[in-house]
């Protein structure tokens, strides 16, 4: 499986600091060159965009150039990452085990967030301490994922043109850009952005450059009024009886030995 990494040329310590860790487990990477949106080169941004900051719509962009590359290598599967992430010891032994994503879905992520996010009670496979669930919500995180063939040239078909960030285009159910498709989690996660342990403090290696002053999303809709009303809540009542049966919400760990 390929590897693209996303990397600023701004940015060669970044790149020092993702090659070691790629080196020491024997994984050869290919290095992209992220889209700068943070001077004043022109990238094509709209003025005024509604939806993204000039840094989202760059870093949108970037993940652009790793799908077509992608595309263009002829192969099943392949993981994308940031510049930012840290990586398990085991990471190798984890991206080479071809079970891990065999599945029907579209998209395998392989780096987790201390927040909770709803899974399937049920896991699909298990390797080594590791399973493999099902993500049911959004939980907003394209710094480690591992793509399908069929699932990137849909994207690059339908929205090559930056819309929304790239992770509510790739991970959110509930926007209108969301293909369905399913999206399964690694728990315990093999990878995390450096900027959720306590070490990036320490090592510098921490916050992504890739995007800042991120736009807030667009207000919800109007509550329904009327029969409306009611139709919501028997819908919500369903949805909440369906989620406690087959989901739950945890904090998927980030497990680095």
Known sequence: MKIYLINLAIRPDRLRFMKAQLDAQG??????DAINGLGDENIGYPANHPRLSK???????????CWEAFIASGDKHCLVLEDDIKLSKHFSKILTHAP???????????????FRTRVSKFWRYRFEGHKLRKITAFDGAAGALVLTREYA??????????????????????STNYRPHRVYQLDPAPATQMVFLQAASIAGDGLSDLQ????????KSLRPTGYGVLLSEIAQLGKNIWNNLFHTFKTIPFRED
């Open 27 to 32: 994984l050869p990477f290919t290095r992209i």
């Open 55 to 65: 840094g989202e719509y760059a870093c949108y962009l970037s993940h652009v150039k």
């Open 100 to 114: 891990f994503f065999s599945h029907r879905g579209a998209i395998t992520r392989l780096e987790c967030r201390p």
């Open 153 to 174: 040239s849909y994207v690059l078909k339908h929205h090559k043109t930056p819309e929304i960030p790239v992770d509510d285009l790739l991970l959110d159910r509930g």
């Open 212 to 219: 800042k002053g991120r736009t807030p999303a667009p207000e």
